[in-house]
């Protein structure tokens, strides 16, 4: 291959000068993100899957991501120094348990075993009224009333368990024991059942 001379080089550096667009970085440039270290945060931060792809997309990176670790090891997915750090971190609670009573989580599990439990997080319950039975439930305990039962009211209108969940879970999508109430009438009602429901645990 022929060298090019330096008349040459410097002809096809200054052809090249002259053709660089207006928004080519030129020599000595400071990048604008310089300086700005703890100022500028990710628009992602905080945000669910959901929130930044939407529902449908993000259904489908998890099913990916999830098929991609299946019939995986901890090893083969995360490598084996994050494997060995996890096992340390186990041993060490196990060691640091060893002959402790937790009286706290017999009291826990006492009151779970219990008829009566009032222990439903509000993420049980979230998901509850997610679920596909659920609605259907709700429709049809509002086309059988078309106002409060306790009082006329139209306004605020919500659907009720005659029989609380926390009381019969096998009665949480029986139509016959639902009813509509009022916003006012079902915060008492509620209160009134946990209130009486407290008391027959003490």
């Known amino acids: ?17 002259k053709n660089l667009p207006s928004t080519a970085f030129k020599k000595g440039h400071i990048p604008w993100q310089t300086g700005t270290k703890g100022i500028y945060k990710s628009s992602r931060k905080g945000r669910t899957y959901e929130e930044i792809y939407g529902k449908e997309r993000a259904n ?3 099913s990916d991501m999830s098929l991609a670790k299946k019939g995986k090891t901890h090893v083969e997915i995360f490598g084996e120094e994050s494997a060995l750090r996890r096992k340390k ?4 609670l196990s060691v640091a348990n060893i002959g402790k009573k937790r009286p706290d989580m017999v009291e826990k599990w006492k009151k779970l075993r219990s008829p009566i439990n009032l222990n439903i997080s509000s993420k049980e319950l979230q998901r509850l009224r997610k679920h596909g039975r659920y609605k259907t439930w709700r429709k049809k305990v509002f086309e059988k009333f078309d106002c409060c039962v306790k009082c006329p009211s139209k306004e605020n209108l919500e659907t009720d368990h005659i029989i609380p969940i926390f009381r019969d879970r096998t009665l949480i999508f029986d139509v016959n024991n639902g009813q509509v109430l009022c916003k006012k009438c079902h915060v008492k009602k509620t209160r009134e059942e946990y209130w009486e429901a407290e008391k027959a645990i003490a």
């Open 1 to 17: 291959m022929r060298s090019l001379s330096e008349k040459h080089k410097r002809k096809i550096s200054e052809a090249v000068k």
């Open 60 to 62: 489908k990176i998890k």
């Open 89 to 92: 971190q186990i041993r060490s």
